[in-house]
């Protein structure tokens, strides 16, 4: 056959030629169908609401308790004497010199993080001025705080695809008591909570764009049979590692949400590919996602983890730093749960396999540390608030009524950590819809609950001899603000779409069964916000008399 190269326009072309024909577009598994925001404006309206909500809430009276410079624990709530000073620490010799507690039992970020907020309010040249503003370590976990609020309203909104359940979830993240006193003290769980939303958002983001690539490959009559191209660049799903690994950087119990997380993104893919019909997915999964995502599930994450101990590698006097000089190359790397690698690991440069030992000695701290605490509490108890934390407590006592600001003898101000108890009592109902409707429906909303309910919450019954406190819910919490966000959504039901045709007596029973669901979820919301009302004095030190004070204990264990 001789092929002609120069035939005129318009001539036919040889019989054996013949130009294939287009292909026919298809329709798209309702699966991968893009979300197309009807009201983006009211969208991002309802957003401001809650970013005011959380800004007034989360900064009003950050200050207080104030610091003081001759006895500074005085001005500082709970932890915040190791982590605000650890802050100082780091802005004059790039690492924790730990002087007085000599042993370090979390990795930099956290602490980078209260620096930056010290460095912006006072210079760590002015001596010991820095006790003095409390303000300066409480900025940066106040605006971490929002940005939290602010994100889970618009994961909810995308997972949800609903404005309203959008708004709902920002407004019960804003009104959740936990998470608004980590906001405004100075330790490291509100950055860790932060940095897991922020990851699995861009997580939640990546799966919506990638089921979209695929839906537009089929609706332009791609065959898919036999697998899936490549799915092309994926910078979301780049960014949620980084941010997963930036988690781990803040406490090593990060490693649970981003193992579980990681898995989750990987299981989506899955699914994808199976929605997109084709017939092996799972030989078509290893090659389009599993083995591109360990340069964006595995070796981004790391590569972020490592870069937040910069201050470390480069210092001459960090903790361990110098680990690896006096022990020989051929030492075996220890893991936990008594594993040992096969293998030396002397290939390992010497500061990375200081930071292994290191890393190693602060585990098991954390699994042996079990001494006694007044406000220690085991998992089992955290979900209907067993045992909250003291973070601060003053009581003074007066001669007479008159003497006193509260109107009483005896005034008190307490920061209490614990959750908003009528938000936080509906979990547990919440968590056995949410298993049953994953069971009946495979909803993968439903799943990404449950896997960040293994990472946060059954976890911790691997070691219950540990010392544990109720704040390691922290990460946890607005998985389960977006699990009870889609039971609201359940029990206000869906609409009445105006093209199907009902007969008067079904009607009347949907409409009657909506007005009940939209009536019911709306005095869940209203309970919330009185209980959120009632408990703020609590949440937040405000004057009380010791009667008012009492009668915000509900229970025994509070006090």
């Not at 407004?171 to 006193?181: D, R």
């Not at 997963?244 to 699914?271: E, N, Q």
Request: proline share 6%; aromatic share 14%.
């Amino acid at each position: 056959m001789t092929a002609t190269l120069d035939a005129p326009a318009g001539a036919a072309a040889p019989d054996d030629e013949v130009a294939e024909p287009p292909l026919a577009a298809r329709a798209v598994p309702a699966a991968l169908a893009p979300w197309h925001d009807p009201h983006p404006l009211l969208g991002w309206l309802g957003t401001l609401v809650i970013a005011i909500v959380a800004g007034v809430t989360r900064f009003w009276a950050l200050g207080f308790p104030p610091g003081k410079n001759a006895i500074p624990t005085n001005g500082m709530n709970f932890d915040e004497i190791y982590y605000a000073t650890e802050a100082q620490e780091m802005l004059r010799y790039g690492f924790e010199d730990n002087r007085g507690y000599m042993f370090i039992v979390h990795p930099p970020l956290g602490k980078w993080l209260i620096a930056f907020g010290e460095w912006l309010v006072d210079s760590p040249e002015t001596s010991q001025q820095w006790l003095t503003n409390s303000i300066g370590w409480r900025l940066m976990p106040a605006l971490f705080g929002c940005a939290g609020v602010i994100m889970i309203a618009r994961i909810a909104r995308r997972m949800l695809r609903s404005n309203l359940y959008g708004f709902i979830a920002g407004a019960l993240m804003a009104m959740e008591g936990m998470s608004l006193v980590l906001a405004r003290t100075a330790i490291l769980d509100i950055f860790l909570q932060t940095f897991v939303i922020a990851g699995f958002g861009a997580l939640v983001i990546d799966r919506d764009k990638t089921r979209a690539r695929l839906g537009r490959l089929i609706a332009d009559g791609a065959d898919l049979t036999f697998g899936a191209p490549t799915l092309g660049p994926r910078p979301w799903r780049l960014a949620g590692g980084v941010l997963l690994g930036l988690a781990c950087a803040v406490k090593w119990t990060g490693a649970y949400f981003f193992i579980g997380l990681l898995l989750l993104s990987l299981f989506w893919d899955r699914a994808a590919l199976k929605s997109a019909g084709v017939r092996r997915p799972s030989r078509n999964w290893g090659r389009r996602s599993v083995l591109p995502g360990i340069g964006s599930l595995v070796l981004a994450p790391v590569g972020a983890y490592l870069l937040t101990y910069l201050g470390w590698f480069v210092g001459e006097n960090g903790w361990s730093r110098h680990w690896a000089d006096s022990n020989t190359a051929s030492t075996r790397l220890k893991m936990p749960l008594g594993i040992r690698l096969p293998f030396d690991w002397g290939w390992v440069p010497g500061p990375i396999r200081s930071l292994g030992s290191w890393t190693y000695q602060a585990y098991e701290f954390h699994i042996h540390l079990d001494s006694g605490h007044a406000y220690a509490s085991g998992p089992w108890s955290w979900l209907v608030l067993g045992r909250p934390v003291d973070f601060y407590y003053k009581g003074t006592n007066f001669t007479t009524a008159g003497q006193s600001p509260c109107g009483a003898k005896t005034c008190a101000r307490e920061i209490l950590l614990i959750g908003t108890p009528i938000l936080w009592w509906a979990f547990v109902p919440m968590l056995l819809w949410l298993a049953w409707h994953w069971l009946t429906t495979r909803d993968w909303r439903a799943g990404a609950v449950w896997m960040a309910f293994i990472a946060g919450w059954l976890v911790w019954f691997m070691n219950l001899n540990r010392t544990m406190f109720l704040f390691y819910m922290a990460p946890l919490v607005p998985f389960l603000i977006i699990g009870l966000t889609m039971a609201l959504g359940a029990m206000i039901g869906p609409g009445l779409p105006a093209t199907v045709e009902f007969d008067e007596y079904e009607h009347e029973y949907a409409a009657r069964r909506r007005r009940w669901g939209v009536a019911g979820a709306s005095l869940f919301m209203a309970l919330v916000i009185a209980d959120f009302v009632w408990m703020w004095p609590i949440f937040t030190g405000g004057l009380l008399s010791y009667n008012d004070w009492h009668a915000h204990m509900w229970l025994p264990s509070w006090v």
